[in-house]
């Protein structure tokens, strides 16, 4: 396999592997560090790429699985957390700040729901796999993911109800 023929392979997931490692890490240069390792992984092990059957979802489940290590060592005492506001300006300034304050709460919320539904929001929500894909990354069947995905969205949309009507924290 050339370099061409590889890039042609990796490249149209690359941002997707570095949002899941962002959405896991939180700190953008560990997300960096996650997705150059993979990438590096994956070119190490080229010669065995066209025997999967889909890649994006091998290099998305590589990607879990590293972070989850990464998380697990050491070094995860040591991840700066950096949150990014969202930005439109094309909006007034109050609408600015209530998208920017809802978009935080919604990360907040994502980041306190159990680890699978986690996973799962991210993948279907963000990086919007279908339920199979995300099946299989997880190894979990399909009933099960929509579940947890339904369960995750429940919550998601309580706590977010709680804060606007009643400033629940």
């Given at each position: 396999?050339?370099?061409?023929?590889?890039?042609?392979?990796?490249m149209p997931f690359k941002d997707k592997v570095f949002r899941l490692a962002k959405r896991l890490l939180i700190s953008t240069e560990e997300a960096e560090d996650a997705t150059q390792e993979v990438l590096l992984k994956l070119w190490n092990n080229k010669k065995q790429i066209e025997g999967y059957k889909n890649?994006?979802?091998?290099?998305?489940?590589?990607?879990?699985?590293?972070?989850?290590?990464?998380?697990?060592?050491k070094q995860a005492q040591n991840l700066k957390i950096v949150h990014s506001n969202y930005e439109d300006g094309n909006t007034s300034l109050q609408k600015q700040v209530e998208v920017s304050?809802?978009?935080n709460w919604?990360?907040?919320?994502?980041?306190e729901l159990p680890e699978q539904q986690k996973l799962i929001v991210q993948l279907r929500d963000i990086e919007e796999y279908d339920l199979d894909?995300?099946?299989?990354?997880?190894?979990?069947?399909?009933t099960a993911v929509r579940v947890a995905l339904s369960r995750a969205?429940?919550?998601?949309?309580?706590?977010l109800t709680n804060t606007h009507n009643y400033g629940i924290k």
């Open positions: 396999m050339t370099q061409t023929e590889f890039l042609n392979i990796v890649v994006e979802a091998f290099s998305m489940t590589m990607t879990k699985n590293f972070c989850f290590d990464k998380l697990k060592s304050d809802s978009v919604v990360s907040k919320i994502i980041e894909e995300i099946a299989e990354m997880l190894e979990m069947n399909n969205r429940k919550t998601i949309r309580e706590k």
